[in-house]
Nanobody, 111 residues
Framework: VQLQASGGGLVQAGGSLRLSCAAS??????MGWYRQAPGKQREMVAI???????NYGDFVRGRFTVSRDNAKNTVYLQMTSLEPEDTAVYYC????????WGKGTQVTVSS
């Protein structure tokens, strides 16, 4: 199983980015996004079950939306109103019996 993330980059504060993560293999259960900033622990950004049920980190405050396309085994993260504190490497995660992680994509938000 491989997870291929894309969509990271450099954006100004207040801007938007859309991350995508395509997973090889069959349909997964939980999929989602985590992030890790320098010197900090990895934290959950948003997760979504195959049913569509979602959960977000407290810091999201309605700014991000996670979605998925089960036919494509792809999970998305639409991020708006980005803040410098959102700067981190964003990792996608997929679970089917075991947990799989993508390599991460850098998101940098300038002030």
């Amino acid at each position: 199983v491989q997870l291929q993330a894309s969509g990271g980059g450099l954006v100004q504060a207040g801007g938007s980015l859309r991350l995508s993560c395509a997973a090889s293999g069959n349909i997964f259960g939980l999929m989602g996004w985590y992030r890790q900033a320098p010197g900090k622990q990895r934290e959950m950004v948003a997760i979504i079950e195959s049913s569509g049920s979602t959960n977000y980190g407290d810091f999201v405050r309605g700014r991000f939306t996670v979605s998925r396309d089960n036919a494509k085994n792809t999970v998305y993260l639409q991020m708006t109103s980005l803040e410098p504190e959102d700067t981190a490497v964003y990792y996608c995660k997929a679970v089917k019996f075991i947990t799989y992680w993508g390599k991460g994509t850098q998101v940098t938000v300038s002030s």
